[in-house]
């Protein structure tokens, strides 16, 4: 979920060109960061607390203290229940990824996924949104607002809701909108929602990939809820 509530996430990799990359995609979509080189620099910063931290971006592989003994530290000096999201540029296998959520309860996710997924993974983690319950997709949306017809995009998507980007100007909250979409599977099939506007963001850019609003479905049938749920639960499973 693109966020109206920013935090602040410490950005650890042995890279400089994917902490610059990281840096730039967080803050585009509403956070601040701080940047770490390594897991010492991790370490470094939150021996006296976390203060000031609110989740972490760990690469698994990095030279010295990777990220495997930074989560082992954390669980050692009682921060096991900071947000971490860790990333990977080797092409790690599920194994891994069973392993890590097994012994640790963290996702790990590649640095090759779309910037929307890492930071829906990465949001999802800090707000605590159940993996299953909200999933990223990027689905071409035609939005319905009084007569006319626009185009935009879904970014992620709940029974409950989703993140709409692609508007031409910031919309009021509390406009409705009718929205038409097709959710893509082994059946693709095409939703029709009422929604309503919750929130924007602060800025409202086509350079931003991550400027948009938020918005809560306000009538879905049941048969299109279940559909919803189904891809949600399919998408957080094939990712996993």
């Known amino acids: ?3 109206r ?11 400089a060109f994917f902490r610059e990359k990281m840096s ?5 979509a509403g956070h601040t960061v701080e940047l770490a080189e390594d897991g010492d620099s991790v370490v470094e910063r939150l ?5 000031g931290i609110d989740a972490l971006l760990l690469d698994l592989r990095m030279p010295q203290m990777n990220g495997f003994k930074v989560l082992e530290w954390l669980r050692e000096n009682d921060l096991a229940k900071l947000p ?18 097994a012994l640790w309860g963290k996702r790990l996710i590649p640095k090759s996924a779309p910037d929307a ?12 949104f159940p993996e299953k319950e909200r999933a990223f997709a990027e689905l071409p949306t035609q939005c319905m607002l009084g007569i006319n017809q626009l185009r935009a995009s879904i970014l992620n998507i709940s029974e409950e809701g989703a993140f709409l980007r692609g508007m031409p100007e910031r919309l009021k909250d509390g406009t409705s909108l009718r ?20 929130w924007s963001t602060d800025t409202m ?26 891809f949600t639960r399919n998408s957080s499973s094939t990712a996993a």
């Open 117 to 128: 997924q890492l930071i829906s993974v990465l949001n999802n983690t800090i707000f605590g």
């Open 5 to 15: 509530h920013p935090k602040n996430i410490l950005i650890a990799d042995d890279s």
């Open 47 to 51: 021996e006296n607390g976390q203060t």
């Open 1 to 3: 979920m693109i966020t």
């Open 205 to 230: 850019s086509p350079k931003n990939r991550f400027s948009g609003h938020g918005i809560k479905f306000k009538y879905l049938t049941p048969g299109e809820r279940n559909l919803i749920k189904d």
């Open 24 to 28: 730039d995609m967080l803050l585009d």
């Open 84 to 101: 971490t999201v860790c990333v990977s540029g080797i092409d790690d296998s599920r194994e891994t990824a069973r392993i890590i959520m």
């Open 179 to 198: 929205l038409k979409f097709m959710l893509i599977g082994k059946k693709p099939v095409t939703i029709f929602p009422s929604a309503e506007v919750q």
